[in-house]
């Protein structure tokens, strides 16, 4: 119940008397500024999360040169081309004595551009480009949007002439992903099961180790692990040593499964437990088919992860051929002239993928942030 | 079983002393059975990893080399390199700025994306997906972005007259480009945020509102108390992340000039990798790795101990 001596004790009570009516047009403005500022402030920000993103789409649709327009353009413009006895020829405006006129330029040739009316293309009209101050041909352009970019720059690798396409690349970050997937659900379920529903002494001390492995950084066991894997294993340059760790589950996603896990009625495993069940049956036959939904989550975080993955692949592959997609476009930025369109194609194609995932599993997304983040 | 015979270790609760009968040999058996794959690579990529790189952080040790001891003198070293000091720096000041403020911003988007308004459903996937573009090409689209001469930023600070600054190419403005990148994809926190504001018991906010509270009261003495659990966790996990942060800054150095510009996106752990796998210095680069993990101890627990009076946990 309202306090009338409280501050909060609206207009409208404390001014009975007042028209209800205007009461609630004002109520209606002042709602409709709060939502509009909302909108408002909401989409200021998030043109900081929405802008960088487009900017690599619409600059992997650029041809080479609108690459370099200034100042940029938001859509990506091409040359208007007419084709002449089977060659294609960019179009501009040229001034002359009747006016401007839509020649082609057969080619251009230090300041001095080569034309053809299309009309006449037997007619070749040299003109100098620049006359005094004034330029006297403008290149007509049109939106066009270069798809040629994506193949151009899946065919191409990061080095080209070494026979390893962006095509390889992205074959070998799927297949790496796909086998740390199944490692990492073949391995951390049962430890998780153990951790959250078997009793047995020394359980709460281990757990508490491998908790306590989250925080122990890479770095430390990164050079023994590399000496292991590169010299003694001799496993350099494959993808073994990026697989293998995942078959020997880690504290993330053990902690994430044993979370679940624990939610799932201990009476059912009782009531198998008294039916004779092992352990490994109820674990295989009634904890794992209820877990489907925390089994999407590992296996969506653990696709995110081995495609984002860097460091492991830039300490362990070393030829073009064994590249990820996340090694290659690095190898192709690191590159003297960087070919801007084709990187943005390249990491559009790199993208494309999660951003496909996260719109089929959206709610597995979320709810994975969700308890990853939040731990109790 | 009895209180009295619970036992305590580093202020954990140990359960009671275990009595071997039958049934616990058994329990135990199937126990480890079951924790198998943990325990082997625990014990293969941990634990022996872990001893190794400390032997290692007392010995010369050029790769191809038999590591040779020599006490001390890698630790003495460093204390005494430049660079690693640099690498330090470079490295504080991400943790100490970048983290709190994208906790804070973070923060801020989650509260306007917990607004009731249409189209929030849209909104809140648009502040997420950059989250999940993978850092490699984020990084590299931020360096196409924040191009000094034809970088889109730098043409709409034209606009307004601003004269862009050179960005990845200038030192004082690499790091606070790192920043803006960091906080392109801070949707995952957002989400944290987002869920820990909805968890938020509406009868706690209209009692206040009741009371005569304020939004901006509403928010210091309910919303942010009750999310403090998230900001600690965030900020442990952010500290720690950021410590190692290590491949943006090798994507803007290009792979051959790591650091560029001028040293200034050196990071501990890009110089960590420099000195293992370019330098070959592997006794050094150990002595790195555990110098880090001891500053990461120390400040996580020092977080918590810190936190205690700051964070509300309910129920």
């Known amino acids: 119940m309202m306090n009338p001596a409280s501050p909060l004790t609206s207009n409208r009570s404390r001014q009975p008397e007042h028209d209800p009516r205007r009461d609630r047009t004002a109520h209606k403005i002042r709602s409709l500024f709060i939502s509009t500022l909302s909108h408002g402030l909401i989409i200021f920000v998030g043109m900081f999360f929405a802008v960088p993103f487009l900017w690599m789409l619409l600059t992997s649709f650029k041809s080479d040169k609108d690459v370099f327009h200034t100042p940029p353009r938001w859509l990506p413009h091409d040359a208007v081309r007419v084709e002449i006895n089977g060659e294609e020829y960019p179009i501009y405006n040229v001034k002359t004595e009747d006016g401007v006129k839509q020649y082609a330029a057969l080619k251009i040739e230090s300041g001095v551009a080569y034309f053809v009316d299309p009309a006449y293309p037997d007619v070749v009209i040299p003109t100098k480009l620049q006359q005094g101050t004034e330029r006297v041909a403008e290149l007509v352009e049109e939106v066009s949007f270069r798809w040629q970019n994506f193949p151009d720059a899946m065919n191409r690798g990061s080095r080209p002439g070494v026979g ?89 996603d053990v902690f994430l499964l044993r979370q679940f896990f624990r939610t799932i009625p201990e009476e059912m495993c009782d009531a198998a437990r008294v039916d004779g069940a092992s352990e490994w ?40 051929r064994n590249f990820t997609m996340a090694l290659g476009l690095q190898d192709f930025q690191g590159q003297n002239i960087i070919i801007w369109n084709q990187l943005m194609a390249a990491a559009t194609v790199f993208t494309l993928p999660i951003i496909i995932a996260f719109f089929f599993a959206q709610k597995t997304f979320i709810q994975g942030i969700k308890l990853t983040g939040s731990k109790e | 079983m009895e209180n009295s015979t619970e036992r305590k270790f580093l202020g954990f609760k140990l359960p009671p002393k275990t009595v071997w009968t039958k049934r616990a040999k058994s329990d135990l058996r199937t126990g480890l059975l079951f924790l198998s794959p943990w325990l082997i690579g625990f014990f293969a990529f941990t634990l022996y990893p872990m001893v190794v790189s400390f032997y290692y952080s007392f010995t010369i040790y050029h790769s191809k080399r038999a590591p040779e001891w020599v006490g001390f003198q890698n630790y003495t070293e460093l204390f005494a390199d430049d660079k690693f000091w640099l690498s330090l720096n470079n490295t504080l000041y991400m943790v100490a700025i970048a983290v709190p403020l994208g906790l804070f911003a973070s923060f801020l988007c989650a509260l306007l994306l917990n607004l009731k308004v249409r189209g929030q ?13 993978p850092t490699v090409a984020g990084t590299i689209l931020f360096l196409w972005l924040l191009n000094p001469q034809v970088g889109l930023v730098n043409t709409v600070l034209g606009i307004f007259g ?38 938020v018991p509406q009868s706690l906010i209209e009692a206040a509102e009741l009371d005569g509270a304020n939004w901006f009261q509403r928010l210091w003495h309910i919303t942010i108390p009750m999310v403090s659990p ?86």
């Open chain 1, 164 to 252: 390893a396409s962006f095509w390889v690349y992205f074959r070998n970050s799927l297949v790496i992903a796909f086998f740390m997937i199944v490692g990492t659900l073949v391995s951390n379920t049962p430890v998780a099961y153990a951790f959250a529903r078997l009793k047995f002494p020394g359980r709460d001390v281990l757990f508490v180790i491998i908790l306590a492995t989250m925080m122990l950084p890479f770095q430390v066991t990164m050079i023994p692990v590399y000496l292991l894997f590169n010299d003694t294993l001799g496993w350099g340059d494959t993808f073994l040593p990026l697989i293998v760790p995942a078959f020997f589950a880690n504290a993330w």
């Open chain 1, 281 to 320: 049956q109820i674990f295989t036959q009634i904890v794992l088919p209820l877990s489907t939904p925390v089994l999407a989550t590992i296996t969506v975080f653990t696709f995110l992860y081995a495609w984002n993955d860097f460091t492991g692949p830039l300490l362990f592959l070393n030829s073009p």
């Open chain 2, 121 to 133: 459903a849209f909104y809140r996937v648009v502040y997420f997906l950059p989250s999940i573009v």
């Open chain 2, 230 to 315: 998230i900001t600690l966790f965030n900020l442990i996990t952010g500290m720690i992340g950021m410590f190692q942060y290590f491949a943006q800054a090798y994507v803007v150095g290009g792979g051959d000039s790591l650091g560029r510009p001028l040293n200034s996106t050196l990071f501990y752990s890009v110089y960590l990798y420099q000195n293992a796998f370019l330098y070959l210095k592997m006794g050094y680069a150990s002595a790195m790795a555990w110098i880090l993990f001891i500053i990461i101890l120390i400040l996580t627990l020092l977080l918590l101990k810190v936190s205690d009076r700051f964070t509300y946990y309910s129920g």
């Open chain 2, 162 to 199: 601003i004269d862009g600054p050179n960005w990845m190419a200038d030192p004082n403005w690499s790091k606070p480009a790192l920043i803006l990148l960091g906080m392109w994809g801070m949707g995952g926190t957002i989400i944290i945020y987002l869920s820990g504001l909805q968890d």
